[in-house]
């Protein structure tokens, strides 16, 4: 099994700033990792997939980079409603598996 | 406009069972493989299971296997999940979710709103 492992569990940032979130995997999952927002009470929301690629009405100031075993998410100018948990996921085999999660807090 | 609507949460003593559906409505169910993922309250993310478009292959997360079964009816548009041998630590909101394709290498596209499982006494 794929472990995903993101860090840092939280970060603590202001509105306008820079937010980098890591996530690592055991081993190679190529390009098939995703990100996700997910807000209190929520269902998930995809931001990125392919690593890189934004989802239909993701704003560009959310960016992903990676491939391979380390994946980055980028939000580039922290807005309120981006206060938030994003999940990492690998999706590439039938046992896919999530990261812990990153909650970044104001 | 692609929904899904998650039904059959409930609280039910350890041991028991509980089958969870899935509505599917806005895209050609047939075509697409499922899954469910769960969250246990304050604790992130966790893949369940996954089936294919056709039902005719299914894979389980180590934890529930064995336990869980999850199927598909695509003449009535809905995914379920046969819940036995219910534990504590399976307490969560189970959310069912559309993958971007037929098989099981793909994106969770979409998600429904979830549905709250309590296994308590």
């Known amino acids: 099994e794929i472990v995903l492992t993101q860090s840092p569990g939280t970060l603590s940032l202001s509105p306008g700033e820079r937010a980098t979130l890591s996530c690592r995997a055991s081993q190679s999952v190529s390009t098939y990792l995703a990100w996700y927002q997910q807000k209190p009470g929520q269902a998930p929301r995809l931001l990125v997939f392919g690593a890189s690629g934004r989802a239909t009405g993701v704003p560009d100031r959310f960016s992903g980079s990676g491939s391979g075993t380390d994946f980055t998410l980028t939000i580039s100018r922290l807005e309120p409603e981006d206060f938030a948990v994003y999940y990492c996921?690998?999706?590439?085999?039938?046992?896919?598996?999530f990261g812990g999660g990153t909650k970044v807090e104001i | 406009e692609v929904q899904l609507v998650e039904s059959g949460g409930d609280l039910v003593q350890p041991g028991g069972s509980l089958r969870l559906s899935c509505a599917a409505s806005g895209f050609s169910f047939s075509d697409y493989a499922m899954s469910w993922v769960r969250q246990a309250p304050g604790k992130g993310l966790e893949w369940v299971s996954i089936i294919t478009s056709g039902g005719g292959r299914t894979s389980y997360a180590d934890s529930v296997k064995g336990r869980f079964t999850i199927s598909r009816d695509n003449s009535k548009n809905t995914l379920y999940l046969q819940m036995d041998s219910l534990r504590a630590e399976d307490t969560a909101v189970y959310y069912c979710a559309k993958l971007e394709g037929p098989s099981f290498v793909g994106l969770l596209n979409y998600w429904g709103q979830g549905t709250l499982v309590t296994v308590s006494s």
């Open positions: 996921h690998n999706y590439d085999s039938s046992r896919r598996t």
